[in-house]
């Protein structure tokens, strides 16, 4: 049934599932090292705006991205773009040959909206935007390396956003419209598909804050944005399941982010408070999808419709879905994609009556890190590996322990091929994430390192490097070189086990 250059093991054993579990033999071997299973996959992730660049050629059309850096750089840390960004769209070859040296089994990117659908509507495709996708899939078919394949990831065509982008109803039908190009375009290639990535970030930072389209509503576009992002998914996962499933085969989901939220004391006040943070923060789009209830997490419908009742609206700043979107949603997904970099302490917060309306403030808490917390170049990104095995086991018993890919883990630090603490941290994440699977029974399948080059750090522009390979972005070529978290990655996708001497990639240097 699969088209005959579907990969066999990589692909297979990512996502069916069937392997996954150990047997005892395989237990006492992993006892004596940290090995995850065979069935178990190791990835590398980018998105199209991040590394791409060919921002205005072959007939792409402008995305919010475009349109934010070019009309406010001064929006971006460095006052970048990402015009050139890695310059992939020219480097197919040279981009899966490092996904070669590194050994892994699957590869997530993202496809352009803008890219596809010039417009926006799918009434015209690209067909060079088509030709390049067609030839990375392919080439990574060629050395059987898995597509994982990320619809929207934030790069929105700028012509919807002047409808009001996501904040309007029929950017749901829209969204179907260009997933039903993807389907019958890449379909036949492609068997991992994600909807979104993030919609709590680009509803929120979007939205609610100051990435693109930086509308700064939060409180009301941000909720606005969701819906349709959850209305959204759930029409293209019925669309895929009725039309496309057994034509084609494959596997659906979304990837949502979760930073793991402990409370800040052992006070019945903060344990609730935290609580009430990972409903807002993840259960906004896991509750509707993922929950054997569906719909939006009954804290934050009471929450937001209180504060909107006192605040003299006459209606609830939070949307309602119809009862018919309620069960379209409810389980719209055959597996979870989870992204998580840190964690952060959470306490109640100041009941301030009357300030302005905002998702901070309908939530009632405040989130914050620790000092002493290892710090990375992200401001926001603390080293805590623990925070990992405790979000993992609150999924599995939320959300009846869903079928999980980690689909992002990374972190960024300054420039320098000798990255041993890039090799502490992926180190560390991972023991976490095995006791999670081999002692608490966590359902994941695979593990993505985010990413696999230096790039476009949204409104950090290049000032935070994830890669594990290094970009030079003086050179005229945008070079690429390994650094030494890419020898130790190429060591763990290949054997499936975590190096007992760590010797070999944590030498001081600089
Ligand atoms: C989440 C996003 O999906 C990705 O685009 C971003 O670069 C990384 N996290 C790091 O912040």
Not at 49 to 58: M, T
Not at 116 to 122: A, D, R, T
Not at 379 to 385: A, G, S
């Amino acid at each position: 049934m699969w088209p005959s250059f579907v990969p066999g093991i990589s692909s297979c054993s990512l996502l069916l599932g069937s392997s996954y579990r150990v047997n005892s033999y395989q237990r006492n071997v992993l006892d004596s090292q940290v090995c995850f299973s065979n069935g178990f996959s190791f990835g590398v992730a980018t998105a199209s705006y991040q590394i791409e660049g060919a921002w205005n050629v072959s007939g792409k059309g402008e995305s919010i991205w475009d349109r934010l850096t070019h009309a406010h750089p001064e929006m971006i840390l460095d006052h970048q773009n990402g015009d050139v960004a890695d310059g992939s769209y020219y480097k197919v070859k040279e981009d899966v040959a490092l996904m070669v040296e590194l050994g892994v089994s699957f590869y997530r990117f993202s496809v352009s909206w803008p890219r596809i659908l010039p417009n926006g509507l799918s009434n015209y495709v690209n067909e060079d935007g088509v030709r390049y996708y067609k030839e990375l899939i392919a080439e990574l078919h060629r050395n059987n390396i898995t597509p994982v394949v990320t619809m929207y990831h934030w790069d929105l065509p700028q012509c919807l956003q002047e409808l009001g982008g996501w904040t309007n109803p029929i950017m749901a039908d829209y969204f179907v419209d260009y997933a039903r190009v993807l389907l019958d375009t890449f379909g036949d290639e492609v068997r991992i598909w994600l909807t979104f990535n993030e919609p709590y970030s680009f509803c929120e930072d979007g939205y609610g804050g100051l990435d693109a389209p930086a509308a700064n509503s939060s409180g009301f576009e941000d909720y606005m944005c969701g819906h349709n992002v959850l209305r959204a998914h759930g029409m293209v996962y019925r669309m895929f399941d009725n039309e496309y499933r057994e034509k084609i085969g494959g596997h659906m989901g979304i990837t949502l982010d979760f930073a793991w939220l402990e409370p800040a004391t052992t006070s019945v006040e903060d344990q609730q408070a935290a609580e009430t943070a990972r409903q807002f923060y993840f259960g906004w789009f896991a509750h509707p999808i993922f929950s054997e209830s569906g719909d939006y997490p009954p804290i934050m419908r009471s929450l937001i419709d209180e504060n909107s009742k006192r605040q003299g609206f006459h209606r609830s700043r939070l949307p309602y879905f119809t009862s018919e979107e309620v069960e379209m949603i409810r389980g719209s997904y055959d597996f979870l994609g989870l992204n998580h970099y840190t964690t952060y302490l959470v306490k109640r917060g100041s009941q301030r009556l009357n300030v302005q309306p905002s998702f901070k403030e309908d939530m009632n808490a405040v989130r914050f890190q620790r000092d002493d917390w290892p710090k990375t170049n992200s401001t926001w990104l603390k080293v805590v590996p623990w925070g990992f095995r405790k979000l993992l086991n609150w999924v599995r018993l939320n959300y009846r322990n869903p079928k999980t890919l980690i689909t992002e883990n990374g972190v960024a630090y300054p420039r320098g091929l000798r990255d041993t603490k890039r090799v502490k941290f992926i180190d560390s994440y991972l023991r976490s994430l095995h006791t999670a699977i081999y002692q608490d029974g966590c359902f994941v399948i695979g593990y993505t390192y985010w990413s696999l080059l230096d790039n476009f750090e949204w409104t950090r522009g290049y000032t935070e490097r994830f890669g594990l390979y290094e970009v030079d972005y003086q050179s005229p070529d945008l070079t690429r070189t390994a650094k030494l978290s890419a020898k130790y990655f190429t060591n763990v996708a290949k054997t499936g086990c975590l190096p007992n001497n760590f010797a070999d990639y944590t030498y001081d240097t600089d």
